[in-house]
Structures are given as C-alpha cells and as structure tokens.
C-alpha cells in the first residue's frame, strides 16, 4: 500500500551572493507517523524570515547553518491532524518550527497551542511571533524610550519595524521610520501611526531624515545597517540607544560598512546588538502583551502572502530585496 505523500523544500546548493531558485529543490515525501510524545500537524502558513539567508550560508554565525537536501528550517502555524502527546488533540492550532514542508511531525514539547478566536492564525507568525517579539524587546530592553523622545526604525513597513514604532506611539514618542517607496511610507504614516517616514529610495536620505527628526533621534532600531544606518549616525542625540538588530543590506554581500562611526563616540551612543531568541524568559511576557495589543486593534499589521509551498523561494528572494509589504508568509492551505 502507498501512504499518502506531502510537499517540502529542501535546500539543494548554498546561495553566493543572491539567492536564485536552483538553491532550494521541491520534493514529495511519505507522510510521516508520529512517535511517542510526537504530533502530526498540517502546515497552513510557513513564515520567511530573512535570518533564513544567514542559515543557508556556512559562514560562522550565532547558530549552524541548515544542512543541505534537509527541509528548509522555518516557523509555521497549522493544525494538529493526530496526536500522541497528552498537551495536544486532533483539530488543535499550534505553532512550531516544521520548515518548508506541508505537514511535518513534531515533539509536542516543541509546539505552542495558540487561540485563534481574537487573533488570526497568521499573526501567530508575525506580529504574535517571532518578529513581534524581537521588536518588543529592542524597544522596552535596549532602546528604553521615554515620552517625547524622538525614535527611528529601518526597513519601517516590515514585520519588525511596523511593531517598533507602533509600540513606540504608545509610549508617547516621535515615531520616525525609514522604508523603500512612497506606498510603503504612505502606509506607515497613514496606517501606522508613525510621525514621520523617509523614502530612502527618493535620492536624498541624509536631507529628508534631519527634517522628520527636528529634535534629533533618542534611540534607533537598526534593521538594514548600510546607507539607512549611515544616515541616522549624524542625528543621534548625547546619550542615545542603537538596537543593532539586523543589517538585511548585507545579507547578500552588499556593503554594510559604517563610515560616520565617529558620531557613536561624539554622541556618547550605546549600541547592543541582540538575537530575540536568546531571551525566552521574556517571551511570555512579551507575547502577551502584543496578543492584547492586537486583539484590542491598538497594533495593525500587513501580511504579504505567497499562495502555496512552489511560490516559497520566489517570495524569500523577494523578502530580500523589499518586494513584500508587511510580514512575508506562505499559505499552505490547500
Ligand atoms: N536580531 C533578531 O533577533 C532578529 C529577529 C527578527 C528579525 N531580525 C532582523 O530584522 C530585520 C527586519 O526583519 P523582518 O522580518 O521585519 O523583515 P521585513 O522588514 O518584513 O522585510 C525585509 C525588508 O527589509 C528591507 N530591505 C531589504 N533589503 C534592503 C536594503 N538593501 N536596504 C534597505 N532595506 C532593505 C525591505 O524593505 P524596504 O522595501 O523598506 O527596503 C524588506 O521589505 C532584518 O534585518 C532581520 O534580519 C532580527
């Protein structure tokens, strides 16, 4: 008898320079039976994340890179189909960690069974995840802005950047942002709530920039390093906050060098960089309080969606040069 088969991706060939489609190979594969304390889960959103590009390169980084012709590692948000962990049942939402595949088995000590009744499934993946939760902590752990401060986010429309600001609105601050293109600033004025966003694409960023931060910037969320940070080192006040929390810029080889590095020490700067996944103790904490935010409708998002598992590499390869708008997903349904 044949059992029933499923999709995934794996990687097939380390990306140089930009990612292309030949890195990633589509396979169909046996569905697996889960073992003890394991559940089978139906994948219906896989989220692409840029680290995704880190792990794809051997390059020394904070953790080992994806092994090749193995399922492209990846959050996803689905549905228990059988169960034989006590935590979980059939028709179960969860979150977990089951890569670029349509269905996967999982321990259930690696899954979050999550409620879907305020909140969409999706935003478990977003704004209710990962992302969501790396913008909470650089803001609240490393950026400790106070109301009237002004504060900057890079890479402004994105997963990451639209919940920095808006977290920073409700504390009372200027919100700056900086993203690619007049619609996607429009949107972070417009729907998000920010003061202020600079189109780092209209040609004239250092002049733009000092007009949307009159007063100078108190702390900086730093997504794209590059010519995004270059710009921001000038404005930054005595005493400001950097949260070095990702340089998308470079990730394929662009130049991420930073040349007005003199203003971290005229301007007395602290900067930390920081991996979100290095604090879970804060997490609980953290994602309850974006959950609240959401349900309540006093945080929005955007979600870019892919519409099944084949679309996945061309929307990482887009997610990579800003052809998504708000958080980057697949849609698994079927
Ligand atoms: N440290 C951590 O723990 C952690 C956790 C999650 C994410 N991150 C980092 O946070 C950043 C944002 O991640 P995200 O998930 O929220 O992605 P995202 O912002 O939803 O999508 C990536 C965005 O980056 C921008 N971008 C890409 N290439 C760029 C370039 N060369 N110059 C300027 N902007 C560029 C694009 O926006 P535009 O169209 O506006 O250019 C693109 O839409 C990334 O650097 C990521 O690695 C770090």
Redesign the pocket.
Same mark, same amino acid.
């Given at each position: 008898m044949t059992r029933a088969t499923y999709q995934r991706i794996v990687l097939a060939a380390r990306p140089r320079g930009q990612v292309k489609e030949e890195n990633f190979r589509l396979e169909s594969v046996s569905v697996p039976v889960p073992g003890a304390g394991q559940v089978l889960v139906r994948n219906q959103f896989l989220s692409l994340?840029?680290?995704m590009?880190?792990r794809m390169s051997d390059a020394k980084s904070y953790a080992p890179p994806q092994a090749l012709d193995e399922t492209m590692l990846g959050a996803t948000a689905g549905e228990v189909v059988e169960s034989n962990h006590p935590g979980f049942a059939a028709g179960d939402k969860v979150v977990g960690m089951l890569g670029w595949a349509e269905m996967g088995v999982a321990d259930g000590a690696t899954l979050r069974k999550v409620d879907t009744r305020k909140i969409a499934l999706s935003a478990y993946l977003?704004v209710v995840g990962?992302?969501g939760?790396?913008?909470w902590?650089?803001l609240n752990h490393i950026m400790l802005p106070k109301a009237g401060e002004t504060i900057l986010v890079?890479?402004?429309?994105?997963?990451?950047?639209?919940v920095v600001g808006q977290l920073a609105k409700l504390k009372g601050c200027r919100a700056v942002g900086?993203?690619?293109?007049p619609d996607?600033c429009a949107y972070v004025v417009d729907e998000l709530g920010f003061d202020a966003c600079v189109d780092?694409?209209a040609g004239k960023l250092d002049a733009d920039l000092a007009v949307a931060a009159p007063a100078g910037i108190d702390a900086l969320f730093?997504?794209?390093?590059?010519?995004?940070f270059d710009a921001a080192l000038p404005l930054l006040n005595p005493f400001s906050r950097i949260a070095?929390?990702? $340089?998308?810029? =470079?990730?394929?080889g !662009?130049d991420v060098a930073i040349r007005n590095i003199r203003y971290l020490l005229t301007s007395r700067v602290s900067l930390r960089?920081?991996?979100?996944?290095?604090h879970p103790d804060l997490w609980p904490q953290g994602l309850g309080e974006l959950g609240a935010l959401v349900a309540e409708g006093k945080i929005k998002y955007r979600e870019?969606v892919a519409p099944n598992l084949a679309a996945a590499p061309t929307a990482f390869i887009g $997610?990579?040069? =800003?052809?998504?708008? !708000?958080?980057?997903l697949v849609s698994l349904a079927a």
């Open positions: 994340d840029p680290y590009r880190g977003g990962m992302p939760m790396t913008a902590y650089g890079s890479a402004a429309s994105g997963a990451v950047g639209s900086i993203a690619g293109g996607k780092y694409k730093e997504n794209v390093g590059g010519a995004c070095l929390c990702g $340089l998308i810029a =470079g990730y394929s !662009g960089g920081f991996i979100v996944t290095e870019s $997610l990579l040069s =800003g052809k998504n708008f !708000g958080k980057q």
